[in-house]
């Protein structure tokens, strides 16, 4: 909104504008007019003032440019700024637009560490619950393609993990950059896993299986 529109929103009169302008008005609504020789009052103020001696009239903007012999602009921001109205100033002066951080090599790392191990952790967990709940009962049971999963990739995690935590930085490093393309890929195996159709992936067999990193149940059957 603009300083006009704000100003009309306010519902500032040029009655209140004259009175900040030191205009005494009287229990009629008259005032001595500032703009010609008057005696009398001849100001008729109220939303909008009207001098019956010289003519002059307008609204409160129209009344603080022509007293102060300002632009209807400047008139427009003094009034906002004498009253507290706060508008928006189109023509420049916006907020400078915020800078993007800059992220140091060192805080590019540990914030992909970071999500390494929330993802490899999370995995795990999925892994430990799979072994549990999806365990053959009987010999002759099928096995469930996440028991399978959870048979095969546990381990594999734990060890991924235990290099995050144990492990010194340089091979952490290694780690986070080698396997980041692996990290996504359980990232979005989760979010399988929370949609609910995790047991849907072992039917996709060889779709998302590059063999040795293959997460997917789907290598499996
Ligand atoms: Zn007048």
């Known amino acids: 909104m603009d300083v006009f529109e704000a100003i009309r929103e306010s519902g500032i009169t040029a009655r209140q504008a004259a009175e900040r302008c030191g205009i005494k008005i009287n229990r009629g609504g008259m005032a001595v007019c500032p703009f010609h020789k008057d005696k009398n009052p001849s100001m008729k103020i109220d939303s909008r003032y009207y001098c019956f001696g010289c003519g002059e009239k307008g609204d409160a903007i129209d009344f603080v440019a022509k007293f102060y012999g300002l632009g209807k602009k400047e008139a427009a921001v003094q009034i906002a700024s004498d009253f507290g109205i706060s ?37 795990l967990c999925r892994l430990r619950e799979w072994k549990e709940r999806y365990a053959p009962h009987t010999a002759e049971e099928e096995w469930n393609p996440l028991f ?37 890929r359980i ?30 149940a789907g290598n499996m059957v």
């Open 187 to 216: 990232e979005r195996r989760l979010e399988q896993c929370a949609a609910g159709t995790e047991g849907s992936i072992g039917k996709d067999n060889g779709q998302d299986g590059e063999s040795g990193t293959g997460i997917t």
């Open 87 to 123: 508008f928006e100033d189109k023509r420049g002066r916006k907020p400078p637009p915020k800078r993007k951080r800059r992220l140091s090599p060192e805080q590019r790392f540990e914030r992909a560490e970071k999500k390494c191990f929330r993802v490899l952790s999370d995995y």
């Open 148 to 184: 399978c999963e959870a048979l095969e990739k546990k381990e594999y995690i734990e060890y991924l993990l235990d290099i995050l935590l144990y492990a010194p930085l340089s091979e952490r490093v290694e780690l986070v950059a080698g396997y980041g393309e692996e990290v996504l």
